[in-house]
Nanobody, 126 residues
Framework: QVQLVESGGGSVQAGGSLRLSCRPSVDSYNGACMGWFRQAPGKEREGVASIYHDGSTTTYADPVKSRFTISQDTMKNTLYLQMNNLQPEDTGMYYC???????????????????WGQGTQVTVAS
């Protein structure tokens, strides 16, 4: 069982930035994809961004394109989500996820991801 630990959430004003980090509990973990999902109060979970294990494919949800960047540091075995120009509608719990399935490539479907973190809260004030 792989556990994922997120960090980096917090509260910012609109227009601000945050960087989320996620690290698997197993240093040797090497799945097909890793990604970020979020869930706002009263709304369903939605995909934010994902990255294929070799970095060749990154996928973003339309609302975050040009503002968010997903990346990974293979030496540190850490996944990142750089979030710039944050807006109130970005508020929510952000979850790191990992997928062992190649079908995750280019997709942002929660069903394609097997392992999930506990989440880190992001709050953006207007």
């Amino acid at each position: 069982q792989v556990q994922l630990v997120e960090s980096g959430g917090g509260s910012v004003q609109a227009g601000g930035s945050l960087r989320l980090s996620c690290r698997p509990s197993v240093d040797s973990y090497n799945g097909a994809c890793m990604g970020w999902f979020r869930q706002a109060p009263g709304k369903e979970r939605e995909g934010v961004a994902s990255i294929y294990h070799d970095g060749s494919t990154t996928t973003y949800a339309d609302p975050v394109k040009s503002r968010f960047t997903i990346s990974q540091d293979t030496m540190k075995n850490t996944l990142y989500l750089q979030m710039n120009n944050l807006q109130p509608e970005d508020t929510g719990m952000y979850y790191c996820a990992a997928s062992p399935y190649n079908r995750c490539r280019g997709a942002l479907r929660g069903v394609d991801f097997r392992y999930w973190g506990q989440g880190t809260q992001v709050t953006v004030a207007s």
